[in-house]
């Protein structure tokens, strides 16, 4: 990691407990420490093995994309991958944007195959996991729309989760139909960008135009491949769909674990829209996706959840969602050795 890198990594961080501080300032930290303490152990190690359940099953999901670009790897090693997928997403300010091009030059250095393909895999896998996370938020906002009425922060939150279920497909539509000339405009802006890298930094990245041209060509191609495999597909989306439902089934453990527990319909709409957090340039969501879950949670009609509770079980879950796969991942990260992003 470069000096700039570094210091937009601490910003990120610093951010992130800032975030965190306030929330904890909003909650009280007596009823938070109160609410941890009644926490059950065994429970507790039912939410470890969940989160478990969840990164297999996105494994899964990102092994079925490789097969289908013709890169062979076991199970075994794509739930490695995957964790180290998120250890970058979960120190890089961006989250997704910005570990992407690291996580794909792990997976072409355990795979053995371009880095294109490498990044069109984690691409086609972060893509695939969009379409589950909206479709289970539309469904549990329908269910509660007919239980009860929304408060204004509630209707904010659907009208997110359905602009997005609107504009992302538009957005990839109109960018496919035009994927040629988007190649070459690729192409021509990453061209001199490169050859600045070069001047300044001690790496030979500076490529001609037709290279980049021609490699930019071939990740367009390898998503190709992958939108147009229906087993594939089917086999991928059915993997990030399970690996949504362990998220909810561990935050729902969480709840159950502190003796609160709520309704598993309130979590089809909460971690989804928690999740829409991880665009904020906190390093891997955190403090932003909080924030959202527990203001979620103590606004939504019929759940019933207490400021303090919420946090405590979000704290829960979300030390369980974000530093499990930091402790594998970071080892998996150890022993590869991608130090070269």
Known sequence: MNGAQLRTTIL???????????LLYFVGIEGLVRELRRADPATLALVLVVTLG?????????????????ADVSFVQSFFILNGAMFSNNITPFGQAGGEPVTALLISKVADTEYERGLAAIAS???????????????????YATQTSFGRRLQFATAV??????????????????????????????APVLRFVT????VDVALSRETIETRVAGFFDSIERVATDRRGLTLALTASTAGWMFQMVALWLAFLAIGSPVSFAVLLFVVPVGAIA??????????GIEAVLVGVLISLPGAGVEKATAFAAVAIFRGAIYWVPIVIGGGVMSVVGVDSV
């Open 12 to 22: 990120g961080f610093l951010g992130t407990f800032a975030i965190l501080g306030l």
């Open 54 to 70: 969840w990164l297999a099953a996105w494994g899964y999901g990102l092994r079925t994309v490789l097969h289908v670009l013709g």
């Open 125 to 143: 896998v972060d893509s695939l996991n969009f379409v589950p996370s909206i479709s289970l938020a539309l469904a549990g906002a329908g269910f």
């Open 161 to 190: 989760i359905v602009g997005l279920s609107v504009a992302v497909p538009v957005v990839a539509f109109v960018g496919w139909r035009n994927r040629v000339r988007l190649r070459r405009t690729i192409s021509k802006l990453l």
């Open 199 to 202: 001047r300044i930094a001690p």
């Open 278 to 287: 991880g665009v904020t340039p906190l390093p891997g969501g955190a403090g």
